[in-house]
Every structure is written in C-alpha cells, then in structure tokens.
C-alpha cells in the first residue's frame, strides 16, 4: 500500500461522510435531529478542512517525491471545491444549527420548511461532496496504479463532469421545491378571520 494512501483514504472518507449527511438534513422533519444532524456536518467538515490544509502545507513544505508530497498532489483537484465549503458552507451550517437549536427546545417540534430549504441550499451539501469525490481518483490510482493508467483519465473526467452536474441539478431542485414550499401562505383560521356576518 502506498504510504501517501493511508493519508489520502481517511481524508476522502471523512469528506464522503460529511457529504452524504448534509445530504440527509433537508429531510429531518424535526428541529432537534436537524441540529444534531447539523452539528456533525460542522465536525466533520472542520476536520476535513484541517487535514486537507495540514497534508497541503507538509507538502509545500517538503522538497521531493516524498509521501506527502504525493499526497497534497492527489489534493489538488480537491482544492477548489474545499476552498468553497471553507468560504460558504461552514457559515451556512453553523447558522442553521443555531436557527434549528432556535426550535429544538421541546423534543418533538417541527423543522419549518425554511429551515429544511437552508439545509437543502446547494452551496451547503455540493461543495463537500464535490470535495470527497475530488479525492476519489487520487486515492483509486494509489491503491491500483497498474489498472488505472493514462487511457482511462479522459472517460474518468466525462462521467466526473455528468455526475458533478447532475449533483447540482438535483441540489437546486431540491432547494427549489423545499423554498417554494415554506413561502407558500398558511390559510388563515377561522377564528383569525371574525365573525361571520349573514
């Protein structure tokens, strides 16, 4: 096994877990879980920020082919989208624990549908993802380099590109419904409405 490998492996798992959580919030229904839910997206985000930032200043800071070296190599493309979730996402998550901690006082109340089209905002879930499966093919061609050769990088960026905007189309949508959704006015009861004159 390569040793820059067994830096590369965790650092793509962490973001992979991130990503597939921030996933899974807009459809919490309630204010207690998508806090919880919202506090272990910021961990492990801020943990994969602080190893990509860690494994990219020990490879600047190295001269050679070293291990690390290799390894903030097979970051480079992961840089990009990592940059956005440190600029947008970590501030939209942080402020959608603290709306969802807003409601979270009594066990079983309702996440409101603002809250779940924040969670649902494709600059909170699609940078982390983007993140993780940036990592993918540095970490696939360290463990099978043999497989993995030159003719097969082309085919790999086409499927990358489709899935990447299919990610996003299904971000926006999803953001789309759930913002329509907590716009939409409430019917006014009958007791907000008075008396009915005959």
Known sequence: MESHLTVLAPLAAV???????????????????????????????????????????????????TP?????????????PALAVAVCTVRRVRRLRAGAGAFAAAPGTPAPHGLRAAAAHPLVGLPLQLTGLAILPA??????????????????????????????VRHALRHSRLAERAAQPRPASPRAAGPLHV
């Not at 309630?30 to 602080?50: K, M, Y």
């Not at 690390?68 to 990009?80: E, V, Y």
Request: glycine fraction near 18%.
């Open 68 to 80: 690390a070296d290799r390894a903030a190599a097979g970051l480079a493309l992961a840089a990009t």
């Open 139 to 168: 970490v696939v061609a360290a463990g099978a380099p043999d497989v993995f050769g030159p003719g097969v990088t082309g085919p790999a960026i086409t499927v990358g590109a489709l899935g990447v905007a299919a990610i996003g």
């Open 15 to 65: 973001w992979l877990a991130a990503g597939w959580l921030a996933d899974g919030m807009p459809r919490l229904d309630r204010a207690r879980a998508l806090r919880r839910r919202a506090g272990w997206v910021l961990t492990l985000t801020l943990t994969g920020l602080g190893g990509t930032v860690a494994v990219l200043v020990a490879g600047l800071s190295s001269a050679g082919a």
